[in-house]
């Protein structure tokens, strides 16, 4: 039987499933990340702070990445909508994935946390 994080990757549909999936490995590949089933999602922590998430957009239906400390990050593509502390980077899951565009807001992301 699947851990609820396995499981959560499991029941998407392509070609959101890869999207998600090429995210989580992203994510799980930088050094002090663990990741964590919370709130129903899957969490990442930073040396054990609470980092991002990864979830599916209500409206757009879209993956992405939700910065916990998002508002201290300014980026053009990042969305604050009604999130008080977080900002989101949607993936176009049809498209390439803009792997150096999230690999520079996430090292922005860490320079906070140094």
């Known amino acids: 039987m699947l851990n609820p994080l396995d499981q959560y990757f ?3 549909d392509e070609p959101v499933k890869s999207c998600l999936q090429y995210l989580r490995l992203l994510l799980i590949g930088y050094a002090g990340i663990t ?3 919370k ?3 899957p969490f ?3 040396k054990g702070k609470m980092f991002c998430y990864l979830w599916i957009h209500k409206k757009l239906h879209q993956p992405y990445i939700g910065l916990v400390d998002g508002k201290r990050i300014e980026h053009e ?3 604050q909508e009604k999130r008080a502390r977080m900002k989101i980077l949607l993936i ?3 498209d390439d994935i803009p792997k150096a565009k999230i ?3 996430l090292e922005q992301a ?3 946390r140094k």
Request: hydrophobic letters at 40%; proline letters at 0%.
């Open 10 to 12: 499991e029941q998407k």
């Open 77 to 79: 593509d990042l969305l």
């Open 110 to 112: 860490f320079a906070f």
């Open 39 to 41: 709130y129903g999602m």
């Open 92 to 94: 176009n899951h049809l």
């Open 103 to 105: 690999e520079s807001i």
């Open 44 to 46: 990442y922590y930073h």
């Open 35 to 37: 990741e964590h089933w």
